[in-house]
């Protein structure tokens, strides 16, 4: 061959180049593609690379089987139209034969003819139109599944693979996919192995002596096919009634009749009729499953072509099932159909074989040689389709197939060519024009909860990111609430600070499943969850405005509204900017006052319980609200106590909904008690938040002096001249909500869980006593007092990497935007978690679940080995937590002037249970005992 132009790579002993085609695509398939459909060079790399390296048409090995690819058009239009027999199928070997036996598929010569003619007779398009309702009726039977199916996960592909075996078993064989299912599944094992054998070079003798597992079952398959078709012809025989009576006019009849032939030339044996049966049911239903998955997902991606495909199925069927004559007139979907056969061939090569030397083209071929010719080549080969070869364009066949392919047969031969043509040609796209017509006309909302999930889900699984499967509605967040239910469900067996998997074990089981970035979902909500701290830096520091915040929603907007925390763009720069004067370390140095006076009356309770059982937590709780209260709004405790007691019944209905889908619209109609509840709230707290802003307006007004704090700069915001500046009393009331909330809850939560660590890691409580008695002595703590506090500082520090209150915070992607080495489609929601972060070995070392404050002893950035995000209590990038220093010097202040007076034990009592309502805290509080210093 190589003298006459024709290379190829070297031939190996003994393997020839089957191990570089397997290498070849094993590399190709593990690799993530980019979201296209030029699926060529992944699925047969060899030939992608070897017709690109040695020409059009060359020669590869098989071990010793010589095999000739050739991709140039007209070649394969000889080979497929020679009516000489020059080019006949090859033989089936090993699985494949036992697969597909001796039929209409493999057979030649006159055993070929005789059943082609029956088959054509079956198929042709008068029988075709009587099968037209046997095929609705089992779309029907499919359809009326999904419609009951209550949110269980629908695999597309074995749904259609149900489908097409039901409509195969009805009308070819007559009997319901229930008769036929075993015979179905069993070929559909033996197609499984027969396909992941087709790589391995088989030895002759060899396996007869040694026998894989592979050829056991291979064996017992084909044997139970048999006698499961065996027992289906059998009970036909039966229903045959009187002498005249035929077998029927199903596929099945007319092949029992022809073995029941009185004309010796015209009858087939049993052993025919069986292979011939196998080979339909293989044939009949994984090619028809294939073109309906991959149409399906086509018009997922391009909204635009599913909805010219549904007007044109209502403008042609109304809401009635297809009809034959209708089918015939579905032009945009025969368009769409052609598209995906190009794109997607469900047979992606065919084969014939040489047995006497034969002229092809210019070409001597001698004996012995099998030819391959690869579809897929053609049909994503740029110089006939041209430059948009790899784009879904159907309206390339809007004026048939013959002006699409320029009138080159070979350009697009999906069904073959020439007299083995497909002989279910119109049988196949008969039934996917009726399956598409049915499905566009029923789901119309399809799209939304279905098909784009099913191909966001793709395209990230083609980049590498895996994760649990998209469910019909409700995504994971059924296996999400289970899961953290489960978790949480009892207190933890000891003291252990290994809470990442309490909290959230979703997260902690499936990162180990799927890798440290994957895809699940909330409900219609892609969410990609990200542990890797390079792609986390990227999100938070939200260059060019890629990721920004989420919106919020139902009951978490009615708790935080458009406050800072949720709020974007100028509005949230511009706040920024307020608060950031507000809690400026400078301006910090004022508060401390108020800080102390708020820690006095908490200690104030607290002598009556010397040497008695305290519950801190709900202590701190109290104390925060009165420093937020005094030192933001110049109020007291007593003055907010009702918008924290309001927030905190809000912040329930927050966490116990948190993965409850809404379904938009229906929330207007049926209001759950929560509904009514947090509506109630809202407006509660709107109103009260008013009367503390204008009583300040008023008092501003008679003493014409200003406090200086959060409230009056909300108020110059709001008087204030500058157009771009003015805030709203809406705004204000939004960013008092979301500071009276963010500034107590996550701070009750970090002096909670540090009061827990001191209380059972004593050397660090006399550790920070030491230092407190050391720089501060008994009086107060000032100002200057706080940085100094080193071990105080690791405590928190540790306390926050261990037990951060904020588990996880949330960004997303409106449009689709380039992260790292990954491309995330519009509207992807991005979750990251500093708790999975703090709670990583690989940052943190093997001692991670330790109480360890020591590794902060030389600051954060040598701890994390200069990774900023690996700690990240507060967040990271512009939208830092603006209370950051308002919360440490809190936390040092009340923590200071905790030590100095006592020494605290945990409380037998205590039960260590932490969980998640909003911020991570104790469920059952903290129960320490005091004794006085
Ligand atoms: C231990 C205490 C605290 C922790 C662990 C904490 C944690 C956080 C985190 C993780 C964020 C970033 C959220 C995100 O990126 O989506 C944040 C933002 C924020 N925090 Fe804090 N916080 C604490 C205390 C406070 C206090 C005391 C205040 C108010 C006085 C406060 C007010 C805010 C605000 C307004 C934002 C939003 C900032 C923006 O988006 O520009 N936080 N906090």
């Not at 938040?689 to 014409?704: A, W």
């Amino acid at each position: 061959m190589s003298s006459q132009g024709i290379k190829g790579p070297d031939y190996k002993f003994p393997y020839g180049n089957t191990k570089e085609i397997m290498n070849m695509r094993n590399q190709s398939m593990n690799k993530p593609m980019d979201i296209s459909h030029d699926i060529f060079p992944r699925i047969q790399p060899h030939v992608y690379s070897w017709t690109k390296i040695y020409g059009k048409n060359y020669l590869n090995w098989h071990g010793s089987q010589a095999q000739l690819f050739i991709t140039e058009g007209e070649l394969i239009k000889e080979v497929l139209t020679n009516r000489e027999g020059a080019y006949p199928k090859m033989d089936m070997e090993g699985y494949a034969k036992k697969l597909l036996g001796e039929a209409l598929i493999t057979n030649e010569g006159e055993k070929w003819a005789k059943v082609r003619k029956l088959a054509n007779h079956t198929f042709h398009a008068e029988s075709l139109k009587n099968m037209v309702p046997g095929m609705s009726a089992s779309v029907e039977v499919m359809l009326d599944k999904w419609r009951h199916h209550g949110g269980k996960e629908i695999d597309v592909f074995n749904e259609f693979g149900l489908l097409t075996t039901e409509v195969i078993s009805r009308t070819a064989f007559g009997s319901s996919y229930k008769e036929g299912k075993d015979i179905f599944e069993m070929v559909a094992k033996l197609t499984a192995i027969t396909v992941w054998n087709v790589y391995k070079v088989r030895f002759p003798g060899i396996s007869m002596l040694l026998r894989s597992s592979d050829e056991i079952e291979a064996e017992k398959l084909e044997k139970g096919i048999k006698s499961s078709i065996l027992e289906l012809v059998a009970k036909r025989e039966k229903e045959k009634k009187g002498e005249n009576d035929h077998f029927g006019n199903d596929y099945l009849g007319q092949l029992m009749r022809i073995t029941h032939d009185s004309n010796i030339n015209k009858r087939i044996t049993l052993e025919q009729m069986i292979d011939e049966i196998k080979a339909l049911y293989g044939a009949g239903h994984l090619t028809t499953t294939n073109l309906l998955a991959w149409s399906v997902f086509l018009l997922a991606i391009h909204s635009d072509w599913q909805e010219k495909a549904r007007t044109e199925a209502f403008e042609i069927f109304g809401y009635k099932n297809p009809s034959s004559d209708g089918i015939a007139r579905l032009k945009t979907m025969n368009m769409i159909i052609n598209e995906c056969l190009r794109l997607y061939p469900p047979v992606l090569t065919m084969t014939r074989k040489v047995e006497r030397e034969v002229r092809l083209g210019n070409l001597n071929i001698p004996t012995n040689i099998n030819i391959y010719l690869p579809i897929l080549a053609l049909h994503h080969n740029p110089q006939i389709w041209g430059k948009d070869v790899h784009l879904f364009k159907p309206e390339r066949f809007a004026e048939g197939v013959a002006k699409a392919t320029n009138n080159n047969a070979a350009a697009f031969f999906p069904f073959g060519l020439g007299p083995r043509t497909c002989v279910g040609l119109n049988f196949t796209t008969n039934e996917a024009k009726i399956a598409l017509s049915m499905i566009l006309q029923r789901y119309k909302f399809l799209n939304k909860v279905w098909l784009k999930p099913i191909y966001i889900q793709y395209c990230m699984r083609l980049q590498g990111i895996n994760g649990p499967s998209y469910k019909l509605l409700h995504g994971n967040t059924k296996e999400i609430i289970q899961m953290r239910r489960y978790a949480t469900s009892r207190a933890m067996e000891d003291l252990s600070h290994n809470i990442f998997p309490r909290i959230l074990p979703d997260v902690n089981s499936w990162i180990r499943l799927y890798g440290a970035t994957y895809l699940n979902w909330y409900g219609l909500q892609p969410q990609l969850v990200v542990t890797e701290p390079e792609l986390v830096k990227e999100i938070l520091n939200n260059k060019n405005d890629n990721y920004p915040k989420i919106d919020l929603e139902g009951y978490a907007r009615k708790l935080l509204g458009d406050g800072l925390s949720s709020s974007k763009g100028e509005k949230w720069a511009n706040m920024r900017n307020l608060a950031n004067k507000v809690f400026h370390a400078e301006s910090l140095k004022n508060v401390i006052p108020e800080m102390i006076t708020s820690t006095e009356i908490m200690l104030e309770r607290w002598k009556e319980n010397e040497g008695k059982e305290v519950e801190v937590f709900d202590e701190f709780r109290v104390l925060t609200s009165e420093v937020i209260s005094r030192t933001a709004f110049g109020s007291s405790y007593k003055e907010g106590k009702n918008i924290f007691e309001m927030l905190m019944k809000l912040t329930l209905i927050v966490s116990r909904n948190a993965h409850k889908i809404r379904f938009p619209g229906i929330s207007r109609f049926l209001k759950s008690n929560d509904d009514i509840e947090s509506e109630k709230l809202e407006e509660g707290i709107k109103s009260s938040i008013k009367r503390i802003i204008k009583r300040r307006e008023q008092e501003s007004g008679e003493e014409e002096s200003s406090k200086g704090d959060f409230l009056d700069k909300l108020l110059e915001a709001n008087h204030g001249t500058s157009k771009s500046k003015l805030i709203s009393v809406e705004d204000m009331v939004d960013e008092c909500k979301t500071f009276y909330f963010a500034g107590h809850e996550t701070t009750t939560s970090l002096l909670g869980w540090t009061i827990l660590l001191l209380s059972i890691n004593k050397e660090w409580q006399e550790k920070a006593r030491e230092e407190v008695i050391e720089l501060v002595g008994q009086n107060n703590p000032i100002a200057n007092d706080i940085p100094r506090l080193k071990t105080m500082n690791m405590i928190l520090e540790e306390t926050l990497r261990l037990y951060p209150p904020v588990p996880f915070i949330k960004r997303k992607v409106d449009k689709k935007v380039k992260l790292g080495r990954l491309t995330l489609p519009a509207h992807t929601e991005l979750l990251i978690s500093p708790l999975a972060l703090h709670h990583d070995p690989k940052i943190w070392g093997e001692d991670i679940d330790l109480f360890k404050p020591e590794r902060f002893a030389v600051g954060v950035s040598q701890a994390t080995n200069n990774n900023p995000v690996a700690f990240m209590p507060f967040g990271f990038g512009p939208r830092t937590c603006v209370g950051l220093n308002f919360a440490i010097t809190e936390a040092k202040v009340a923590l200071s002037m905790i030590l100095q007076r006592y020494k605290f034990t945990l409380s037998s009592n205590y039960v260590h249970s932490p969980i998640q309502v909003f911020m991570v805290r104790p469920q059952h509080g903290v129960k320490i005992i005091l004794s006085k210093v």
